[in-house]
């Protein structure tokens, strides 16, 4: 099943810590704080400062998680009080994210595996299986430990990502159970009472908050586990001897005497982000899909549960295609570009005239969108693709979400309003006026989520 915010562009970096060495809780990290009009209050450091609006990077850690920040520009005009830290608190947090910025790959690899994974039974076996627990989800998987650690990461930058955009409204809701499997044939047993094609790498069933994924990685996750444990062992051996060095030699000869360790060591790095790479590849469509499903079950538990009133199924989807194209960069999550293969065909119907006239869409119900969610049929699919282009400029063009006005809308559809009225005053503007602007937005927006200049000429 498939089923606003402040923020011009969003860049979620996973830099990779998890407390101290030294015990202290990451409780004791102070940040610059901003209220913003609809409630929220984002922490972490203000960066740049104009009339118009504050570049501000968000902090978020828990213990045992990593740590995950926000790159964002926040309109003062959304802002009802700022808080900022003294300058000497101010400049140590800037040095910490400075710290964790410049990580090598194989200090966030040490810090990734602080992760506070338990082993579980599974399979009949006392420790087949492992789980992590965080605020929004519980992983739980026979994938090899590797797998699952660099599942739980990615699933906790998409989860950050999702409470941007639309922050939880029901705290207390149950978080979402998420099964990883390795196994085929359990896969197949459970998708058959949801009818789904075997292509679908993942399915969300509303019904007991569940998502079951399958994913083909059992011998990629034990050559990684290796490929972990050999470098551990080389970088072991070699901070060992280059601790002897530096007993005998200071300065420039210590460089000197120690560059074949340094360059063995960059050699080594360079090897894990190629693994990274592999990894990345391998589990694309697993990814995507599970981003998908995962934006549904975090939309229907912590912001519109539908006893209280959900989001329209166009809206539904159009957000969960948003972030189903997540760009994992290095150690960056980037969500706010359009994506491309969506984009190109969007205005090439948007030129014919083919895309679904948004007041069409905003009428529309379920059945327009049984449709297996694999990402080439999405793309071609009319509905899809207009919920899509229409989701993108009410997200990032209007800024609608995260606002009272949008719990308004959905209050409104909840109570039975008319689609099209309800519609209209969410947006401001009678159909008839918003529909050619939609449709000159699309033409204009470029894959990097910017507008292409008019050439008045």
């Known amino acids: 099943m498939r089923q606003g915010c402040v923020i011009v562009a969003v860049v ?21 704080t901003i209220t913003l009009k609809n409630g929220q209050v984002l922490k972490g450091l203000i960066e740049e ?29 959304e802002i009802t009080r700022i808080d900022r830290l ?47 627990t965080s ?26 990502a999702y409470a941007t955009y639309l922050p939880p409204r029901h705290k207390g809701a149950a978080p979402t159970s998420i099964t990883l499997l390795t196994d085929q044939a359990e896969y197949r047993k459970l998708l058959s009472p949801q009818e789904q094609e075997f292509i679908n790498p993942a399915f969300f069933d509303p019904t007991i908050n569940r998502i079951v994924c399958y994913s083909n990685v059992q011998q990629l996750g034990e050559r990684l586990a290796l490929v972990r444990i050999q470098h551990r062992q080389i970088r072991a051996e070699l901070e060992a001897k280059r601790a002897e060095f530096a007993k005998l030699y200071k300065g420039k000869e210590l460089i000197r005497v120690t560059q074949p360790f340094t360059e063995t060591i960059q050699r080594v790095d360079w090897a894990d982000q190629q693994n990274t790479d592999l990894f990345d590849k391998a589990t694309l469509q697993l990814f995507a899909t599970l981003y998908h499903e995962s934006f549904h079950a975090y939309l229907a538990g912590f912001v519109y549960p539908p006893s209280r009133g959900e989001l329209p199924r166009w809206l539904n989807e159009g957000l969960a295609q948003i972030f189903e194209t997540a760009i994992l960069e290095g150690k960056e999550l980037r969500v ?52 899509w282009a229409l989701a993108f400029y009410l997200t990032f063009e209007k800024r609608l979400f995260g606002n009272a006005s949008m719990n ?17 005053e969410l947006v401001g503007m009678p159909l008839a006026k918003f529909e050619p602007a939609f449709r000159k937005y699309v033409q204009l927006l470029q894959a990097d989520g910017t507008l292409a200049k008019i050439n008045k000429q």
């Open 12 to 32: 979620l970096t996973f830099a990779g810590a998890f407390g101290r060495a030294d015990g202290v809780p990451s409780q004791l990290w102070t940040f610059d």
């Open 49 to 77: 400062s104009t009339d118009q609006s504050i570049k501000f990077r968000s902090v978020l850690r828990h213990a045992g998680r990593p740590t995950i920040t926000f790159h964002m520009v926040v309109p003062r005009a």
């Open 86 to 132: 003294p300058l000497m608190e101010h400049e140590a947090l800037q040095n910490r994210l400075l710290e964790l910025e410049q990580n090598s790959p194989q200090s966030v690899k040490e810090r990734m595996e602080g992760l506070d994974l338990r082993e579980i039974a599974w399979g009949g076996k006392p420790k087949g299986g492992w789980s992590y």
């Open 135 to 160: 605020d929004y989800f519980v992983l739980n998987s026979n994938a090899p430990e590797e797998i699952v650690r660099r599942a739980a990461v990615r699933l906790e930058q998409i989860y950050a």
């Open 336 to 387: 706010g570009h359009a994506d491309p293969v969506r984009l190109t065909r969007a205005k090439e119907m948007t030129g014919k005239g083919e895309l679904v006239s948004a007041t069409n869409l905003i009428q529309s119900g379920a059945k327009q969108f049984l449709l297996t969610h694999v990402v080439d049929r999405q793309s071609s699919d009319r509905h899809y693709l207009t919920s």
């Open 408 to 424: 308004e809308y959905v209050k409104r559809l909840g109570e039975g309003a008319d689609p099209k009225t309800a519609f209209e």
